[in-house]
């Protein structure tokens, strides 16, 4: 199986900083991996998909990169709205696997 | 729009069974594959499994936590997509989630419902 291994697990940031989250496959899945936020109570929502195509509707502010093994998603400037948990998942082979998750809380 | 419903969820002691459903519209069910995903209370996401359409002769890939345990299906027909849960365990306990790729080729599942909880307590 492929592990996704996410960093930080959490971070403190103030409106309209700069965050970067990143992922690390433990193998290479070459650029299938999505990026996912999550909000309290509510169903994931997709953002980033093949690694760095943006999901429509969402802001340009959320961008991702990387291929093979390592994946950055990052917001250029933090929203209120933007405080919440990202996850990581890759594609490539089965079983699909999840990064542990990074919550994002404000300063 | 695509829209998905799970429905099922409810209080089961270690053991036994449970049938979690999704309704899907929105979409031509039929070309899909479909999954499920789990996330336990307070904790991060788990892919429990997906069903390939029928073009992919609806075979299935499953989570090895869940590997002859856990059986999914399909009715086409019926635009629904089902989880048979056996054998439970305590660590079952979750949110269980409907999941769509975005496209009938497969990949990630972008496109999810709102969850039904699954609570495996006695």
């Known amino acids: 199986d492929i592990q996704m291994t996410q960093s930080p697990p959490s971070l403190s940031a103030s409106v309209g900083d700069r965050v970067t989250i990143t992922c690390r496959a433990s193998q290479g899945i070459s650029n299938n991996l999505v990026w996912f936020q999550q909000k309290p109570g509510k169903a994931p929502k997709s953002l980033i998909y093949a690694a760095s195509s943006l999901q429509s509707g969402v802001p340009s502010r959320f961008s991702g990169s990387g291929s093979g093994t390592d994946f950055t998603l990052t917001i250029s400037s933090l929203q209120p709205e933007d405080f919440a948990t990202y996850y990581c998942q890759q594609y490539k082979s089965y079983p699909l696997t999840f990064g542990g998750g990074t919550k994002v809380e404000i300063k | 729009e695509v829209q998905l419903v799970e429905s099922g969820g409810g209080l089961v002691q270690p053991g036994g069974s449970l049938r979690l459903s999704c309704a899907a519209s929105?979409?031509?069910?039929?070309?899909?594959?479909m999954d499920w995903v789990r996330q336990a209370p307070g904790k991060g996401l788990e892919w429990v499994g997906r069903a390939r359409n029928k073009a992919d002769t609806y075979t299935t890939e499953y989570a090895a936590s869940v590997k002859g345990r856990f059986t999914i299906s399909r009715d086409d027909s019926k635009n629904s997509l089902y989880l048979q849960m056996n054998s439970l365990k305590t660590e079952d306990t979750a949110i269980y989630y409907c999941a769509r790729p975005p496209s009938a080729l497969g990949g990630p599942p972008i496109f999810w419902g709102q969850g039904t909880l699954v609570t495996v307590s006695s």
């Open positions: 929105g979409f031509t069910f039929s070309d899909y594959y």
